[in-house]
């Protein structure tokens, strides 16, 4: 079956532009979540869907980021007014939600973000 | 906090090597824990997995046994080949219901050369 996808797979703006991010998870997986892999920083989490709603944001580093889930399924980062220190790869998991089980991520390709 | 640590690489090896890679982990709750790979130009991939003590993961001729009296999760194999160049990744995962979020260690680089 299909995977997780995002896109684009790569993007390439100027600073203090808007960039949107995409996320498709693999069908019937109602957990989403969004991470950022920088040279600097590693992985890191940056918020987690269940259904529509986010109840952990936590990772986010600014109010320039935010990102919404629509219908349990596509999910879209957005980052508004750009910085050089946003590029990175954004990474997209999803996983099913099993009450005492393991949910196992499952990862996308990315996307790289590139800030001139 | 919950935290994860690996250690630093590059890990150059012959092929047929042994392989090991470090982890610990520090965790508020009992986390489960995994090894992830990402292979030259791919995305991240699950390797293995363990989710209570002294359970072993074990996958492709890697394995890791949770350990919770020394905290650790080192990834092992017997003997390497260049196809398992790539970075791998340590990681935690505790499912609060409202927290649901793996904290990777900073990754490892594995070379294998003939």
């Known amino acids: 079956g299909a995977g997780v996808s995002q896109s684009p797979s790569n993007k390439v703006t100027e600073k203090g532009k808007d960039v949107e991010l995409r996320c498709d998870p693999i069908s019937g997986h109602t957990a989403l979540y969004w991470y950022r892999q920088s040279l600097g920083q590693g992985l890191e989490f940056l918020i987690y869907f269940q259904g529509n709603s986010a109840p952990d944001k936590s990772g986010l580093p600014s109010d320039r980021f935010s990102a919404e889930r629509t219908g349990g399924s596509v999910s879209t980062l957005t980052i508004q007014r750009t910085q050089q220190e946003d590029s990175a790869v954004y990474l997209c998991a999803s996983s099913r939600t099993r009450t005492g089980g393991v949910n196992i991520q499952y990862f996308g390709p990315g996307t790289r973000l590139t800030v001139l | 906090g919950n935290s994860v640590t690996q250690m630093e690489g590059p890990v150059t090896l012959s092929e047929e090597a042994f392989l090991t890679i470090n982890c610990t982990y520090t965790?508020?709750?009992?986390?489960?824990l995994f090894w992830y790979v990402q292979y030259p130009g791919e995305g991240l991939q699950l390797l293995l997995k363990?989710?209570?003590?002294?359970d072993k993961g074990s996958n492709k001729g890697f394995e890791a046994t949770y350990r919770k009296e020394t905290t650790s999760f080192h990834l092992e194999k017997g003997s390497v080949q260049v196809s398992d160049s790539a970075v791998y990744f340590c990681?935690?995962?505790?499912?609060?219901?409202?927290?649901?979020?793996?904290?990777f260690g900073t990754g490892t680089r594995l070379q294998v050369t003939l």
């Open positions: 363990a989710t209570k003590a002294d």
């Open positions: 965790a508020t709750g009992y986390p489960s």
């Open positions: 990681a935690l995962h505790i499912n609060t219901g409202t927290a649901s979020k793996l904290t």
